[in-house]
């Protein structure tokens, strides 16, 4: 059965530096996402990226963030200077997208087992 | 605007007890709703989604929800409670397709041997 991947499952790194999470999202799907959870918080969305660009993004994605998919297979989370709270579990996600589908067709989205950022 | 209450941040049932996790919702437009289980160390798996037509919606591993309108709810159930299904499970919500997920804070089951 086709899924997500993310890698590295686990990221260490110190404040100020830059780190790149990467997720491999299912080949026919055409929206990806990022969330993040905060240890012992809810799941908070990020952005979502669609057609080569960003379609939302919430408060939390600032300036430091950034998505990219760099090749037909890759999509990737940057942030440029990392701060202590932006220690998390990031979750990949990603899903199909029926031009005029129905209601019915609705196509939810699969998420990654996510990559923990610890910042030190 | 779309936002997901879950009452009851933790939750404990005896084995082969009723499940019953509750999550309410508020969404300007009919909404898609979705319940996902997390295990300890891992990612987030659809237990069952309502998108449209019976209100009663049925998912893996004996869990079902059922969408009620009028109550603003889709609370997540299961007859016989087992061990396995100690877990996280989160209740979510979005407005359509390729529209972000909002979350709910999340309920840990604990199931008590």
């Known amino acids: 059965e086709p899924e997500v991947t993310q890698t590295p499952s686990h990221q260490v790194t110190q404040m100020g530096q830059e780190v790149i999470l990467r997720c491999v999202p299912i080949s026919n799907h055409l929206y990806f996402y990022w969330y993040r959870q905060i240890l012992g918080q809810k799941v908070e969305f990020l952005v979502s990226f669609y057609n080569n660009e960003i379609s939302e993004k919430s408060e939390i994605f600032d300036d430091q963030f950034s998505v990219e998919r760099p090749d037909g297979s890759n999509f990737t989370l940057k942030i440029r200077s990392t701060k202590l709270e932006d220690s998390a579990m990031y979750f990949c996600a990603s899903s199909v997208w029926l031009a005029g589908g129905a209601r019915s067709s609705y196509n939810e989205q699969f998420f990654g087992p996510g990559t923990r950022l610890t910042v030190l | 605007a779309q936002s997901v209450t879950q009452l009851g941040s933790h939750v404990s049932v005896s084995e082969g007890a009723l499940v019953l996790l509750r999550c309410n919702y508020s969404s300007s437009v009919p909404p898609y709703l979705f319940w996902y289980v997390q295990y300890p160390n891992q990612g987030l798996q659809l237990l069952l989604k309502?998108?449209?037509?019976?209100?009663l919606v049925k998912g893996i591993n004996g869990f079902e929800a059922e969408f009620k309108k009028s109550e603003t709810s889709f609370h997540l159930t299961k007859p016989s409670a087992h061990m396995s299904d100690a877990a996280e499970y989160f209740c979510a919500v979005s407005r359509n397709t390729g529209n972000q997920f909002y979350f709910g804070t999340g309920t840990s089951l604990t199931v008590i041997p």
């Open positions: 309502y998108t449209t037509g019976a209100t």
